[in-house]
Structures are given as structure tokens and as C-alpha cells.
């Protein structure tokens, strides 16, 4: 039996000891350089992605966003280049609801909800479409198709809609149409009940009380006519407060205009169309406050002097309720239920947009009296 022995020197140990560690700090050295180079480089992408912006502040951007886009009277739906829905607020379901849609719209084909050929259009040639009419299941509304571009590229679009009634309901309120189209429709209906009266006389052969019906129409006709056209000399505003007494007779009211002095016809057109605005919802409001009372009196007063119109509208009614008084002139503010509260903040517009003034006192017993006072320049600039 015998033994081996094997050795390796200690200074071949230490070496080799040495040259390891000198690789694994080498490497990690290059390690940490290759790194922190690529950390700084990864950052500087995702910052330019995020477009340079913090998480905190891109979560803000998401929340006000979302907020945004419920809080629009609009409908807005978002496609991609399929027509798939990948966005929709809150407006536009109520709208789809109210064409019969009720469907969950995420995720689904345009061509469900929605004609979409506007939209191709607008993917096919990144021009935007405004102002379209289109109708769903029924529903018309007004539509603007606008392209999503994103770095050049047309990547989908966005569409915003609003039901056209709604529109031209707006429309007409801020215009004043609204006022003259129902002058003439009371003056209209109030002829067509006169026609049926006469056709009814003439079947029964009843032809002096024919002829007493119809003196007594004219002569006060032309009583009443004569009054408004000798008192207001602008013609529109005349013609408009004919109406006015056609609608309240219509309505059971019995209405008197009475001015003080001649009122002549206005330098600027302008005054004419906000006085309409202004007299027509006033009128309006105080024949329906007296819809819940038995005695319908309505008085409408105007005087002229030293380059100033009055104007005060009275009535016999329940005078205003169920809320502040210097509420009643903000858009919305209403008494009588939801898509009213409108007219009064017309009327508190016109008066602004005439600098003129405007005083409300009423009570329970006693009705409602409003006074308008505005500027006021006769044609041809004689104060």
C-alpha cells in the first residue's frame, strides 16, 4: 500500500482567486453601465409615449376626461377603423334609449345603433362632416363626424349628436319664432272657429243673425285694431300683440293693452324682435299662472317718454311660487316641471342685451306685475 499526494501552490490559488473577481467586477461594472443606460433610455421612451407626463398627472387627464364627456348635453361615440364602439357617454345612450336601443353599445358595430356612412366617409378621406341629419329607428338628429388622427393617421372618429327637436325647440326660443308663429297660430284658429260659426249659420238658414254675427266681428275687429294700430305705430310689435289677444281670448283671459302715449317705431329693429321676446314670455307666463284661477284679468301697460319705453305686464293670477324670487331669471329655474325655464331667462337676456331694467312684485292674492323699462330711440332719432 502506498499514498499520493497532490498539491497546488497558494500563489496559483490567489491568483486565479484574483483573475475571478476581476471578470465579476468587469462584468458587473459593464453590467450596470449596459443598465443604467437602457433604464435611461426605456424612461426617455415611455416618457415621450405618455407624451412627458407623471402618472399622478395622467390619472387627473383620465378622471377630468371622463368627467368631460358625461357631462355634455351632446351624445359622443367613438369608433375604431372596424366601426367598433370604443367609447360612449352618457348622453348618447339616453339618446339610443329613446330611439328604442337599449343595447350596451361597447364594443358593438356602428351599423346597430347608428347610420354609419358618414363615418366611412370620414375614414376613407379624414375630412370631418358637420352638422348631418340622420335618423335612428325614427329619431332625427344633427350629427358631426370629426377623424381621429393620430401621427398622421386616420385611426377612427369621433361622432357627437343631439336630437334635432331639441335643437330647433332651443332654436326657436332664442329667436323669437317661437312667439310669432304662435300669435299667428291664436289668430289662425281664432278665424277658423269664426268660419265654423258662419258655415253653421248659413246650413240653418239663419241669415240675419248671420249678418248681426258677422257686423259685430268686424266692428270689434276693427275697434280693437284700430286701438293697437293707433297706439303702437310698429307695425311687427302691433301685429304681434293682435295675436297675443287672439291667443288670451282663445285661452279665456280677458286681455286689455293700453298705452299711454304713442308709441313710435323704433330706430334699430333689433329693439322690436327683443321687445317681442321679452312681451311674449311675459305674456305667456301670466296666462298660464291664471290657469288655476277663476277671475282672468290681464293687463298689459306701455308709455313713452324722454327716450324710454315702459313696459308692465299684470295679471290676476296665483303669483309666483315655489322658489326664490331671484331665481326665476336663471336658465332652468322652473315651477312647472322638467324642459321648462326657459322664458324668463330670455327675457332677463333681451333686457340685458337692451341695457334696460326689469322690476317683479306679486303675491298670492294679487297677481304678478313685471316692469320692463328699457332705452328707447324712435325712428328718426327724435327722442
Not at 293 to 304: A, F, I, S
Not at 337 to 359: A, F, M, P
Amino acid at each position: 500500500m502506498g499514498a499520493v499526494a497532490v498539491g497546488i501552490s497558494l500563489k496559483e490559488v490567489d491568483r486565479a482567486l484574483a483573475h475571478s473577481q476581476r471578470n465579476f467586477l468587469t462584468g458587473t461594472f459593464i453590467g450596470l453601465i449596459v443598465g443604467g443606460l437602457g433604464a435611461v433610455l426605456l424612461a426617455r421612451y415611455l416618457k415621450r409615449t405618455l407624451l412627458g407626463l407623471e402618472p399622478i398627472a395622467i390619472a387627473r387627464i383620465f378622471e377630468e376626461r371622463s368627467i368631460m364627456l358625461q357631462s355634455v348635453h351632446e351624445g359622443i361615440v367613438a369608433v375604431d377603423l372596424d366601426l367598433k364602439i370604443t367609447l360612449v357617454n352618457k348622453s348618447a345612450i339616453q339618446l339610443f334609449r329613446k330611439a328604442g336601443l337599449s343595447m350596451s353599445p361597447i364594443g358593438k358595430n356602428l351599423h346597430d345603433y347608428m347610420p354609419s356612412a358618414g363615418l366611412e366617409k370620414v375614414l376613407t378621406t379624414g375630412e370631418m362632416r358637420l352638422d348631418e341629419e340622420q335618423r335612428i329607428n325614427g329619431l332625427s338628429i344633427l350629427v358631426n363626424h370629426v377623424p381621429l388622427v393620430v401621427k398622421g393617421q386616420v385611426v377612427g372618429v369621433i361622432s357627437t349628436f343631439r336630437d334635432k327637436t331639441e335643437v330647433n325647440l332651443l332654436a326657436e326660443q332664442l329667436t323669437g319664432v317661437k312667439a310669432y308663429a304662435e300669435a299667428l297660430r291664436a289668430q289662425s284658429h281664432e278665424f277658423m272657429n269664426r268660419l265654423h260659426v258662419i258655415l253653421g249659420m248659413v246650413k240653418m238658414e239663419m241669415y240675419e243673425e248671420l249678418s248681426q254675427f258677422i257686423h259685430g266681428i268686424v266692428d270689434h275687429r276693427k275697434r280693437e285694431m284700430t286701438e293697437i294700430t293707433s297706439s303702437i305705430k310698429d307695425p311687427a310689435l302691433a301685429g304681434f300683440m293682435m295675436g297675443k289677444l287672439s291667443f288670451a281670448r282663445e285661452e279665456n283671459v280677458d286681455m286689455s293693452v293700453v298705452s299711454e302715449t304713442v308709441i313710435p317705431e323704433p330706430e334699430d329693429p333689433l329693439i322690436t324682435h327683443e321687445l317681442i321676446t321679452i312681451m311674449g314670455n311675459l305674456i305667456d307666463n301670466a296666462i298660464e299662472a291664471m290657469y288655476v284661477v277663476k277671475e282672468r284679468k290681464l293687463k298689459v301697460h306701455l308709455n313713452y317718454a324722454a327716450g324710454r319705453l315702459s313696459v308692465s305686464v299684470k295679471d290676476s293670477g296665483q303669483g309666483i311660487l315655489g322658489g326664490p324670487m331671484g331665481k326665476i331669471f336663471e336658465k332652468g329655474f322652473s315651477t312647472k316641471g322638467q324642459n321648462r325655464g326657459y322664458g324668463l331667462y330670455l327675457v332677463s337676456k333681451s333686457i340685458e342685451t337692451l341695457d334696460g331694467t326689469s322690476q317683479i312684485e306679486s303675491t298670492a292674492s294679487g297677481g304678478t306685475l313685471f316692469t320692463v323699462v328699457i332705452p328707447y330711440i324712435p325712428k328718426g332719432g327724435v327722442k
